[in-house]
């Protein structure tokens, strides 16, 4: 089962949610890069769960443990394995699901693949959990991409209906920053605070809900990418889908291009002081045919609410082949969204780091 992605840079994640440990190996870092690793403790704490009614009660210390790939603070030119330790695990509370799938949730598909095989304690490998791992490659490829003027960043666009300001068509570093350090990394705060409000009417109401996350990539060369099946967009994509939870991704305009018109969805170009063609509006994203324009690359992620919820569910029993019910407990996420912001800025800055060293 290769939960990998990448080619000159090779991600690979590995654990499951109450196993002893989760992690990830990382082959292909350049060599020399100096890895600040407060930077990187402050970005893992951005996905970190148990620090309010918000996010799920499990609290770990998310603190990474590097066995390999790390010498006097830089990367070595050899595999990066790093490891988290599971030290806040119920494994109780998922007893009771052993034989009873969580609707929504990849319990019914594993049971499918593997039967009773998979340690889905937790959600197993799927769950939400391993996006720790992920972040700390992606906190390490953005450290790198910084020093090559290439900055990732992300906010909440969407929780429940209520959306927030998109970024502007060229938001720069300072405002990606002060996003990162808000308690709801948005950019209105009024639309932040009314998230917040949402969230926690459907954690009273047993209920949970999904959003949108708008990531953006600024500082990439022209010319980068190839047309049809291995653009951009598809490296993207494809690592962005890797995410739990995520079942949406659109570039640009998305789908909203298909009610404009021409006129109005093309991007008209000018030449800008210093000679680089820019356009004024960005509903390409910053990629045309699979290749970046030179304009910052935009995409949104959608994610589905958490499956698991305490209202009572139909379900069934595998075991007894009977229809039942089901009412989950243990400790869950009434909404993913404020901690995927983090998750995403680390896929793309994985996605885009391969691409620039291939």
Not at 19 to 45: H, S, Y
Not at 154 to 181: C, N, R
Request: glycine share 12%; with cysteine; hydrophobic share 40%.
């Amino acid at each position: 089962m290769p939960s990998e992605f990448g080619n000159k840079l090779r991600v690979s994640i590995f654990g499951q949610s109450h196993g002893e440990a989760i992690g990830c190996v990382v082959n292909g870092f350049p060599a020399g890069e100096e890895i600040d690793f407060d930077a990187l403790d402050r970005f893992l704490g951005r996905r970190r769960g148990g620090k309010n009614a918000h996010s799920t009660a499990r609290a770990e210390a998310d603190k990474p443990e590097f066995l390999s790939g790390v010498m006097d603070g830089k990367t070595c030119a050899f595999p990066l394995c790093a490891i988290i330790k599971n030290a806040d695990t119920r494994s109780k509370d998922y007893s009771a699901l052993k034989h009873t799938p969580r609707p929504g949730h990849a319990d019914l598909a594993a049971h499918f693949k593997w039967g009773d095989n998979a340690d889905m304690r937790g959600g197993g490998h799927f769950s939400g959990r391993l996006t720790a791992p992920i972040c700390i490659a992606g906190g390490i490829a953005k450290q790198i991409l910084e020093r090559k003027g290439v900055f990732v960043g992300a906010h909440v666009s969407e929780i429940a209906g209520i959306k927030d300001e998109s970024f502007p068509v060229f938001p720069d570093k300072a405002m990606l920053d002060e996003i990162a350090d808000k308690k709801i990394p948005v950019i209105s705060d009024q639309a932040g605070e009314e998230m917040l409000k949402k969230i926690e009417e459907a954690r009273k109401n047993l209920d949970s809900v999904g959003g949108i996350v708008e990531c953006v990539i600024t500082g990439l060369p022209e010319g980068l990418g190839d047309p049809m099946f291995d653009g951009v967009e598809n490296r993207l994509a494809q690592a962005i889908f890797g995410i739990p939870a995520v079942k949406g991704v659109e570039f640009g305009a998305g789908f909203g291009a298909a009610k404009l018109f021409g006129s109005e969805n093309n991007d008209q170009m000018y030449f800008d002081e210093n000679g680089r063609i820019l356009s004024k509006t960005n509903h390409a994203g910053g990629i045309l045919g699979g290749i970046t324009t030179g304009m910052p690359v935009t995409l949104r992620a959608a994610f589905k609410p958490t499956p698991s919820i305490s209202k009572m569910q139909n379900t069934v029993n595998l075991e007894t082949r009977e229809n039942t019910q089901i009412e989950i407990t243990g400790r869950h996420d009434p909404c993913v969204v404020i901690r995927a912001v983090p998750v995403v800025e680390a896929v793309c800055a994985l996605v885009i780091l391969d691409m620039l060293i291939s």
